[in-house]
């Protein structure tokens, strides 16, 4: 069992070594090595959320009340890239 999460945590290291985008680096370092939140690396990550296109993106299409429209159901009269909350989520 040690073996196979050395292993999980040797691929998650190389794939940081690619640079992917921050939300991919967060997830690998919060919940696949799971580094502390005070540790320099996650403060540097969570800073670099903010130019993530996929974060700008949410933001972008997020409404007024925080959502990105009904929950589950598609809403077949809106334009929105993000249809549903459930989905922008």
């Known amino acids: 069992m040690n073996e196979n999460l050395d292993a999980v945590h ?6 940081l070594d690619k640079s ?8 690998l370092l919060r919940n696949v090595l799971y580094r502390p939140l005070d540790s ?3 403060i540097q ?6 130019n993530s296109r ?3 993106g949410l933001a972008r ?12 159901s598609r809403d077949s ?13």
């Open 10 to 15: 040797q691929i998650a290291e190389q794939i």
């Open 20 to 27: 992917p985008d921050p939300v991919v680096r967060l997830h």
């Open 54 to 56: 996929w974060v700008q």
């Open 61 to 72: 299409e997020q409404l007024e009340d925080g959502s990105w429209g009904r929950f589950h």
């Open 45 to 50: 990550v969570r800073k670099d959320l903010l």
């Open 77 to 89: 009269r809106s334009v929105q890239k993000i249809f549903t909350t459930e989905y922008g989520i």
């Open 40 to 42: 320099s690396e996650v």
